[in-house]
């Protein structure tokens, strides 16, 4: 499959844990920046078919959406966008309303990420998030009222006094209009605010084995609440798994437009500048052609991640023989890694420590 991302990098507060590109002073730039996007787009060389678009952030729901209709319509003009396409923005619920959800939904956007983030006021408010546990339903009323069917839940793991009962509760509740979630660890990033914050013993946060122990009794809850964990951040009702997330797993051409946006087609990578001076002069952070041994790194590293596995036969072609590995074989004995249809493919209950069986794999 093709996908595309689009980035806009507008954010009303930059939230303390923050260190994506995204801007909060920057919104005199927005009618320049959505010209370079469509720019950009337009100028494309790939003739893709695409069967998924993701319009990420920052926060695209912090603009008009006359902006993202518009670049809706360059991205149809430009590609050969598939009729059944999952078309997913992200958005953050206090920029949410039942009038911007029916703008997304009439232009064919048919998923909806929420950042939700907690459920708990006190540790939106630490965090520096601009919405409370009010605006969350509010908008995610709104959302099943306009007709969403697929929601995405964001929510974030090793937050200050976060506790599995808080977690399982807000799990519950957003349980009656999510059908997937992605769980991400809180990183204390250099350079933010957050950073500050737990070195000078402003914020405790959890240590790891707290977090660690939370993550395991959420990932048995999910099961039990019938959300299947099929990548280790991410659970989805049955049928409800990202498209878009699937293909860059299993190392799917993407293109990516927009400020600080990856690209990967074939065996290169590539990213746009991530500062607005560098990316409206059309300048690249970098280009990469991968070589073998990266392309069979990367063939295991993201197909043990999630449910997709990796073709051995695959693998053997770009020198990584793993048949012969005595780790492997280890590995498959012990019932952490098994065999299907000449996938190899990780036991759910390792998810955790995929991390590790990856590396013993790679040592080569
Ligand atoms: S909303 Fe997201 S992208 Fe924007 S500042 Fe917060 S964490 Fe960063």
Redesign the pocket.
Same mark, same amino acid.
């Given at each position: 499959m093709n996908s595309i991302y689009v980035h806009i990098p507008f954010?009303e507060q930059? !939230?303390k844990y !923050?260190a994506?590109a995204?801007f909060d002073n920057q919104f005199d730039q927005v009618q320049k920046y959505f010209d370079a996007l469509q720019k950009e787009i337009e100028s494309s060389t790939f003739e893709f078919r695409i069967g998924s678009i993701f319009i990420g /952030? /920052?926060?695209p729901s912090a603009v008009s959406p006359s902006f993202i209709a518009e670049i809706l319509k360059a991205i149809r003009k430009k590609f050969d966008v598939d009729k059944n396409a999952e078309i997913t923005i992200e958005a953050?619920p206090n920029s949410l309303n039942e009038q911007k959800l029916k703008e997304y939904f009439s232009k064919g956007i048919n998923r909806l990420s929420v /950042?939700v983030q907690s459920l708990e006021n006190k540790q939106l408010k630490a965090l520096g998030r601009l919405h409370n546990k009010t605006q969350v339903f509010k908008a995610l009323k709104a959302a099943k009222k306009v007709g969403f069917k697929n929601i995405n839940c964001d929510l974030l793991l090793g937050l200050e006094n976060q506790s599995y009962h808080q977690l399982k509760k807000a799990i519950k509740s957003l349980k009656k209009y999510a059908t997937h979630f992605s769980f991400y660890m809180l990183q204390v990033e250099d350079g933010t605010p957050l950073k500050s914050m737990v070195e000078g013993g402003r914020i405790k946060l959890p240590d790891d084995d707290k977090v660690v122990k939370i993550y395991h009794k959420l990932v048995s809850f999910f099961r039990k609440q019938g959300l299947k964990q099929y990548e280790i951040s991410n659970f989805a009702k049955k049928g409800f798994e990202c498209l878009h997330n699937l293909n860059y797993w299993a190392r799917g051409n993407y293109l990516g437009f927009g400020l600080g946006a990856h690209s990967f087609v074939g065996d290169t990578r590539w990213a746009n500048a991530s500062n607005f001076f560098d990316y409206f002069a059309g300048k690249k952070a970098f280009v990469e052609k991968l070589d073998d041994k990266q392309v069979a790194e990367e063939i295991v590293m993201l197909g043990l991640r999630c449910n997709l596995g990796f073709d051995l036969q695959q693998l053997q072609k770009f020198g990584l023989d793993l048949e012969n590995n005595d780790h492997f074989q280890e590995l498959l004995q012990n019932n952490i890694l098994f065999l299907q249809n000449g996938r190899v493919k990780i036991n759910p209950d390792y998810y955790g420590v995929s991390n590790l069986v990856i590396e013993k794999l790679i040592d080569f």
């Open positions: 954010c930059k !939230c !923050c994506f995204s /952030g /920052g926060t953050n /950042g």
